[in-house]
């Protein structure tokens, strides 16, 4: 490994660099160029200069900015032996006068809504059914790496002298919680290196693209020639001093008339830190299912309240193949045996399955002659009322 280019002295603090603080220019071209119309493109980060890099061992040839994933150690082997017993809870049903009073709650909530229909209209049936939401969530991660510079401002640096770097999946980093996403980026230890930033040859700044270094450009008002026409009151034409300049030229905005400005790699601190960044993701996967009977929309009984009929957490889990609706069995066993395998960059470290049973009661009601369907669903009674008929305050809503 080169380390003849190392630029870490551990008593050291660089300092950044500041505008004026040195005599220390380079000029381009022999006078100040015209102020531009439009900004030049900054650099973007592909067309900067990254230090040279040594390898580090394990590592290869990473990239700067793009991530390289390292495969997982091993695929987690499938549940072992038999399933454990599965028994499933049931669900409860609402009366009549549940379901009243629930339309009569859903209407007080909706600003616009009559009130009239729904204290005064008549149930004629309710059909109480348990709507079935089945989710499967599996809990896994990722590792990426990459090279990574940023300024260095001081501090300790803990390079290859230090021992031999961990490869990425023997780095320490437990989730913070499990069964969401989440992202940590670390320091892969003993990668660190101080260099100097090429992009301004280490002295912290580039010459001003804007004035060339001049730190003053020609004035577009008067084209540089500092007098422009002139009419007084009594309608004399003549000439004047340019109001925008001083003599045709004016100071560079882009660097404040000193010619110089701050690199932008390494923020003027001369020297950039390099070293191996892990990223780890987390991954919450989950698919659901909603085995839904009446004609309520089904999306509805997913983010509402219900009983959880049945709930599995494992390293893997094994497909419910008891529950007495064979949808359920089926989807479970498609989803379980596709979450097995989709994500072969990925450490699964837990799944979770959970089939919760939510209420839904169709109820049929009338009120004058008008005769509807509305659906109270969830623990928490929320109503589902398409074609309530009093949808405006003043009671217009036309039937
Ligand atoms: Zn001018
Ligand atoms: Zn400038
Ligand atoms: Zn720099």
């Known amino acids: 490994m080169g380390s003849s280019d190392c630029e870490y002295d551990p008593d050291e603090t660089p300092g950044q ?31 900067r200069a990254n230090p040279d890099f040594d390898d580090v061992p394990g590592y290869g040839n990473l990239a700067f900015r793009a991530d390289t ?15 454990p017993p599965m028994t499933f809870t049931d669900s409860a049903q609402l009366s009549e006068e549940d379901c009243k009073q629930a339309l009569e709650k859903y209407v007080e909530s909706q600003l616009c809504f009559g009130k009239k229909p729904a204290q005064e209209c008549t149930i004629l049936k309710t059909t109480g059914v348990t709507a079935l ?29 230090n021992g031999t770097p961990p490869m990425p999946w023997e780095i320490a980093c437990p989730p913070k919680s499990e069964f969401k996403d989440d992202k940590i980026k670390k320091e892969v230890p003993h990668t660190a290196k101080v260099k100097k930033c090429k992009d301004c040859k ?17 004035c577009d ?61 987390f991954y919450n996967h989950k698919d659901e299912y909603i085995l839904e009977t009446t004609d309520m929309p089904d999306e509805l009984v997913a983010s509402v309240g219900g009983n959880v009929l049945f709930q599995q957490e494992l390293p893997m889990v094994w497909p419910i193949a008891s529950y007495p609706v064979a949808e359920i069995n089926a989807q479970s066993a498609k989803f379980v045996q596709a979450h097995r395998t989709k994500w072969p960059n990925e450490l699964i470290h837990k799944q979770r399955q959970t089939l919760r049973g939510v209420p839904v009661t169709e109820v049929e009601y009338k009120w004058e002659d008008f005769t509807s369907r509305f659906w109270v669903y969830g623990t928490e009674k929320n109503v589902y009322a398409p074609d309530y008929p009093q949808q405006c305050c003043c009671g217009c809503s036309i039937l």
């Open 69 to 83: 994933e390292f495969m997982p150690p091993n695929p987690p082997p499938g549940p072992q032996g038999d399933p």
């Open 202 to 218: 280490g002295r912290g700044w580039e010459t001003c693209d804007e004035c060339d270094g001049w730190g003053r450009v020609e």
């Open 221 to 281: 008002h008067c084209e540089g020639g500092g007098r422009v026409p002139f009419t007084d009151e009594e309608g004399n034409e003549g000439e004047r001093d340019c109001p925008f300049c001083m003599g045709g030229m004016r100071r560079c905005d882009e660097c404040g008339g000193d010619g110089r400005v701050t690199c932008e790699d390494c923020e003027g601190y001369r020297k950039l830190k390099c070293f191996i960044q892990l990223k780890v993701k």
């Open 17 to 47: 660099w500041v505008p004026g603080a040195d005599e220390e220019k380079e000029h381009r071209g022999d006078k100040p160029p015209k102020a531009k119309k439009e900004k030049k493109a900054k650099k973007t980060k592909d067309q």
């Open 133 to 161: 939401h089945y989710v499967l969530e599996t809990f896994s991660e990722n590792r990426s790496t990459k090279k990574k510079k940023k300024p260095y401002k001081g501090g300790h640096i803990d390079g290859p002298e």
